[in-house]
């Protein structure tokens, strides 16, 4: 392999991002990646273990709100995740009677979070696809803004 390919390859690279989803079931996980993937969402089961998918880039239920603060406590606890972008997609916002993001927010205690952290909370709908792109650029360019050398 030529210098010029290892080159081309390492500069790739550096292009890349592992995105981890996490979230309650039925939260819309899988509708939010097939949907900013142009896959179809017209049919979708409950995905058992996990899925990996490579991405080309350019109702919320009051009783389990503590479940998710709980489970997002837990996971910004991990020392693997330490200065990892969070972006947290309210989902479901076409749904009437959806909590807004800003009372997403005060449940979860963003504002408490450690100030080290980089955080967004973006409404969207995975069905109708609305605020996912700026969901998506908000983490982009966050952890470019951090790792790599914007232009």
Same mark, same amino acid.
């Given at each position: 392999?030529?210098?010029?390919?290892?080159?081309? =390859?390492?500069?790739?690279?550096?292009?890349?991002?592992?995105?981890?989803?996490? +979230?309650? &079931?039925?939260?819309?996980?899988?509708? *939010? $990646?097939? =949907?900013?993937?142009? #896959?179809? %969402?017209?049919?979708?089961?409950?995905?058992?273990?996990?899925? *990996?998918? %490579?991405?080309?880039?350019?109702?919320?239920?009051?009783?389990?709100?503590?479940?998710?603060?709980? #489970?997002?406590?837990?996971?910004? =606890?991990?020392?693997?995740?330490?200065?990892?972008?969070?972006? *947290?997609?309210?989902?479901?916002?076409?749904?009437?009677?959806?909590?807004?993001?800003?009372?997403?927010?005060? $449940?979860?205690?963003?504002?408490?979070?450690? =100030?080290?952290?980089?955080?967004?909370?973006?409404?969207?709908?995975?069905? %109708? +696809?609305? /605020?996912?792109?700026? /969901?998506? &650029?908000?983490? $982009?360019?966050?952890?470019?803004?951090? *790792?790599?050398?914007? &232009?």
């Amino acid at each position: 392999m030529g210098l010029l390919s290892i080159i081309r =390859k390492i500069k790739r690279k550096e292009k890349e991002m592992r995105i981890l989803m996490v +979230g309650l &079931d039925n939260s819309g996980k899988t509708t *939010i $990646v097939l =949907k900013i993937n142009g #896959e179809d %969402t017209s049919i979708i089961s409950p995905t058992l273990g996990f899925n *990996i998918k %490579t991405i080309s880039y350019q109702n919320s239920d009051l009783r389990r709100l503590d479940d998710c603060k709980m #489970e997002l406590d837990n996971l910004l =606890k991990e020392e693997r995740l330490s200065g990892a972008s969070l972006l *947290i997609l309210a989902n479901k916002q076409d749904i009437k009677g959806a909590l807004t993001p800003a009372e997403i927010a005060k $449940v979860l205690n963003l504002e408490a979070m450690d =100030k080290s952290r980089h955080w967004e909370i973006v409404g969207c709908s995975a069905y %109708t +696809g609305e /605020g996912l792109l700026e /969901g998506f &650029d908000w983490l $982009v360019q966050d952890v470019a803004s951090r *790792i790599y050398m914007l &232009d």
